[in-house]
């Protein structure tokens, strides 16, 4: 059974991703931590441990052994930073001149992708300065160039280790492609050129019983896999959406990951309308200069001339129309070749979801702005229960984090909701930080660390 297979793998993922959360989202990418004696109340003066102030981003914080890090920005540098696990002391931080300044959504920031280390080394990707690694104290081993990158949103891919490998997928408008590094150097090991271009997702590892490591990606309606040793594509299935921002999760052999589509496009008439001054039935860079999106569409899609007309238009409108889906999708292997199985979808009520879905104890959940959970069968699709958050009403872009039967749920104005796991959850209790909260938190050890809009926080019973 489907499910029987996913807890299976899921034990059996805890030993293969060991480690304290030491990539976005913790082990493979799931969320889930295997720990036990969390907190179940936090707030500024609840259960903390220590709180130490942070500069700005959104990245998310990782751990090793005995440090916390993360990525930041501010005053045109880009900063790594090391705390102490501990007490919360900063320990170092490096930085780095920003550079190019590249478009970016208003959701996303220079310091918005996570670090990975690991254990003692940190690994650090900046869309405007490249890759980056600085050991234990600080000391900066290697930078790659990498860049410039054309995505009218800003990148959100954060890199992750596999086999030894950092791994990073780069998903823009004009070259997309998926690349493994040498830790030890920064140097290129393979690079695979993708036909994909909209995504803002972090891959995953996939360990197929008695076969070789996959790195499995979704981006712009395909489900991707590739040969963690050479980079060699082993897989090109449609599926998914057109647009992919929440992260997928695995769970045994199963793939899960949400995405939008425009459901009812936009006219460019209506864009003609508003800014067409000379009505000539097309717009020129004066007309729409300073908009990341039309500025984009222009240089990027359809002739690529850099007069935005009907022809890019409709590219990119007809890469991302449709229904926006939740799906899971089965891998299926026949020796070295795989294939790809909808086990099912769901297209109802997607409107305004943005965090990574989590699969927890057979069941699925998905939060949307207003603090409203869906929980549904992780076989099925079925809907187990929806309703709100009582006590957390706000918007959402931190993922949810689960351990010892509890879900974590942090919405973008500091509201915390504490949620009973099942397909009959209940809210155990809900707290304000009274600060935002973008980042996914951390959980090691009973501890669970969140970064804030200017804290970061390790709160503990």
């Avoid at 200069?289 to 990027?300: C, I, Y």
Wanted: overall charge negative; hydrophobic content about 40%; charged content about 25%.
């Amino acid at each position: 059974m489907l499910v029987l297979r996913a807890l299976l793998a899921a034990l059996l993922a805890s030993a293969l991703f060991a480690g304290p959360w030491s990539r976005f989202r913790g082990p493979n990418g799931s969320g889930i931590s295997a720990d036990s004696g969390f907190p179940t109340k936090l707030g500024p003066a609840t259960n903390v441990r220590w709180k130490t102030p942070v500069r700005r981003g959104k990245s998310s914080p990782v751990l090793a052994r005995d440090r916390v890090f993360l990525t930041s920005a501010g005053n045109g540098r880009l900063y790594t930073q090391c705390f102490d696990r501990s007490t919360g002391r900063l320990v170092w931080e490096r930085a780095v001149e920003r550079g190019r300044g590249a478009l970016l959504h208003e959701l996303n920031e220079p310091a918005s992708t996570s670090p990975v280390t690991d254990g003692e080394n940190v690994y650090a990707f900046f869309e405007d300065a490249g890759l980056l690694s600085y050991d234990a104290d600080g000391q900066l081993r290697w930078r790659t160039e990498l860049g410039p990158f054309s995505n009218e949103q800003g990148l959100g891919a954060s890199p992750i280790i596999v086999d030894g490998l950092l791994v990073l997928q780069l998903d823009h408008a004009a070259g997309s492609y998926i690349a493994a590094f040498d830790p030890d150097n920064g140097e290129t090991v393979w690079k695979t050129q993708r036909a994909e271009t909209d995504s803002w997702t972090t891959p995953l590892a996939y360990r197929p019983d008695g076969g070789r490591t996959q790195i499995l990606t979704v981006s712009t309606r395909l489900l991707g896999s590739y040969d963690a040793a050479s980079g060699k594509r082993t897989l090109r299935e449609g599926g998914f959406a057109g647009v992919m921002v929440a992260s997928p999760v695995l769970a045994g052999d199963t793939v899960f990951a949400f995405g939008y589509n425009f459901e009812a496009p936009s006219k460019f008439s209506a864009t003609l309308s508003e800014r067409d001054s000379d009505g000539s039935g097309s717009l020129e860079p004066s007309e729409y200069a300073g908009h990341a999106f039309l500025s984009a569409v222009a240089e990027h899609r359809g002739d690529r001339d850099g007069i935005l007309e009907q022809v890019d238009w409709d590219d990119i409108m007809g890469r991302r129309t449709g229904p926006s889906r939740l799906a899971a999708m089965r891998l299926e292997r026949d020796g070295s070749e795989f294939s790809v199985r909808e086990v099912w979808r769901y297209e109802r009520s997607l409107i305004g979801v943005i965090p990574s879905p989590l699969v927890y104890e057979r069941t699925l959940y998905f939060v949307k702005n207003g603090g409203i959970l869906h929980a549904l069968d992780a076989e099925t699709g079925a809907i187990l229960k929806r309703g709100r958050l009582s006590g957390a009403v706000d918007g959402y872009s931190a993922s949810p984090v689960a351990a010892d039967g509890r879900v974590y749920f942090f919405g973008e104005s500091g509201k915390v909701a504490v949620v009973k796991a099942g397909a009959d959850w209940e809210v155990l209790g809900t707290s304000d930080l009274e600060d935002g909260v973008f980042a996914t938190p951390a959980l090691a050890d009973g501890a669970i660390y969140v970064r804030t809009d200017g804290w970061l926080y390790r709160f503990e019973d």
